[in-house]
């Protein structure tokens, strides 16, 4: 708050919105940092970069959408906004720092800097085709969902989540059944607390790290799934897997550092296996 006070911004740490001229292309580091009160930003059409923990600590934000020019966030700028569940990030972003708690949940592009980012990072993220798209996240006992395209995405477990996981093979949403054909990114990374996870016939998809440093011990991964992507399995605690005949490639650092791992049973049908799969 000090800080505020010696560049000339006053009690800004009070405000709940903050709106920023267009003529603005850079936002300094700590700029708004600790405004626990601030719950909406409006942003700069020409801002571009984004410095250093500039709303670190801005526990009252909930949902943020950056503009469409921005290219640079720093290391550090929406850490600690402790309710802060979704950021939207454009196509134009090129550069990332440790900008955000594990917790958050990325909108973005297909093909974008920041998909590559998340998929890097282990963080969640739903693709969208519209900078203002609205995604709707539902829950199911320990899990949360989406519905696309008449389809059931697993997009991740609560963060409480505890013991075996039973996954349905269809999920009522809103009066109408859909099946469950998908298990996101990273869904699962990081629940350390679950078991064994039971997966549905109807399952055909997993995302990158979609197990990734969890606690799982045991899954089967039905017929019909055709590649374990990159980081999968990697620093969970499988004792065993058993690969169905239907995947024909396993990805770089699938099953990487599950040191529990004793048994893997791999089909007739696989055609690729990547760099360090298995690697310790």
Not at 129 to 142: L, M, T
Not at 196 to 204: C, G, I, R, S
Request: hydrophobic share 40%.
């Amino acid at each position: 708050r000090d800080r505020l006070r010696s560049r000339g911004l006053g009690d800004v740490y009070k405000r709940q919105k903050v709106v920023m001229a267009d003529t603005i292309t850079e936002l300094g580091s700590n700029m708004f940092a600790y405004c626990e009160n601030l719950k909406t930003i409006d942003w700069s059409e020409n801002m571009e970069r984004i410095n250093g923990e500039a709303f670190v600590g801005c526990s009252g934000l909930t949902e943020v959408r950056l503009p469409s020019k921005v290219k640079y966030i720093d290391g550090g700028v929406f850490r600690q906004c402790t309710n802060l569940e979704q950021i939207m990030i454009p196509p134009s972003v090129e550069e990332i720092g440790e900008a955000f708690d594990a917790s958050i949940i990325i909108l973005c592009f297909e093909g974008s800097y920041a998909q590559q980012y998340a998929e890097e990072q282990g963080l969640r993220y739903i693709l969208i085709e519209d900078e203002n798209e609205e995604v709707e996240i539902s829950q199911y006992g320990q899990l949360e969902y989406i519905v696309r395209n008449d389809e059931v995405v697993i997009f991740s477990c609560l963060p409480e989540a505890e013991g075996d996981i039973v996954i349905p093979a269809e999920i009522e949403h809103e009066g109408v059944k859909y099946p469950v054909t998908e298990i996101a990114a990273s869904a699962f990374a990081r629940c350390d607390k679950i078991g064994k996870v039971e997966l549905p016939d109807t399952v055909k998809r997993l995302g990158q790290s979609a197990f990734a440093w969890s606690g799982v011990t045991e899954i089967n991964l039905p017929e019909g799934v055709t590649e374990i992507p990159k980081r999968a399995f990697a620093d969970s605690k499988l004792t065993k897997i058993e690969i169905p005949e239907t995947v024909m490639w396993i990805w770089d650092e699938a099953f990487a550092g599950c040191g529990n791992l004793q048994e893997v049973t791999l089909p007739d049908s696989l055609e690729f296996i990547g760099m360090i799969a298995f690697a310790n």
